[in-house]
Structure formats: structure tokens, C-alpha cells
């Protein structure tokens, strides 16, 4: 059974190679995605307004974080104590104490 992917930030990167990294792959199916300012729908599915949203739905088993550094510390906890794995862009974070 492929692990379902929730993908957190639409940018550059979660465009250009998590999306298609996920949808190459029979391990992987998207399940979720979530972006505050999302130009257009990806793949026919909703855009959720934020991660928590995301965090939320239950077919999510693991996500994809591919905000801007700053926000990502506080995202990866939220993930993290909803149960979920994390894979983090990098930096992981802004600063070392995160």
C-alpha cells in the first residue's frame, strides 16, 4: 500500500520535483496539499488554506514541508505531534536552535 503523502507549501520545488517525484512512484500517492497562497489547483484536488487544515485529515500518513525556512520549525512540530512522518526541505530550519 503506498504511503499517502500530504504536501505542505505549492513553490518551485514542491512543483517542479515533489510532485512528480510523488506521482512517479507506486510507494507514494498524494493525498493532501495546503498552501496559503496557491496560484491554482494541482491535479484536480483542493488547496488547503493552511497546514493545520492538512494535519487534519486523517489520510494523510506523511508530509512533504516545502515552505519558506521560517515557517518550517513550527510546522515539522504540529506534523510531528499529529502523528505524522516529516521530510523537511532544506535548511530544515532558520536558525540552529530550531
Given at each position: 500500500m503506498p504511503t499517502r503523502i500530504g504536501l505542505i507549501g505549492l513553490g518551485q520545488i514542491a512543483r517542479n520535483r515533489h510532485l512528480p517525484?510523488?506521482?512517479g512512484s507506486s510507494a507514494f500517492t498524494?493525498?493532501?496539499?495546503?498552501s496559503s497562497d496557491a496560484p491554482a489547483p494541482v491535479e484536480g484536488m483542493a488547496v488547503l488554506p493552511d497546514?493545520?487544515?492538512l494535519l487534519a485529515q486523517?489520510?494523510?500518513e506523511a508530509v512533504v514541508?516545502?515552505?519558506?525556512?521560517?515557517?518550517r520549525f513550527a510546522i515539522a512540530r504540529d506534523a510531528i505531534l499529529a502523528g505524522k512522518h516529516v521530510l523537511l526541505e532544506k535548511p530544515p530550519a532558520a536558525t540552529l536552535g530550531e
Open positions: 517525484a510523488i506521482a498524494l493525498a493532501a496539499l495546503a497546514h493545520h487544515a486523517e489520510r494523510v514541508i516545502c515552505t519558506p525556512p521560517g515557517a
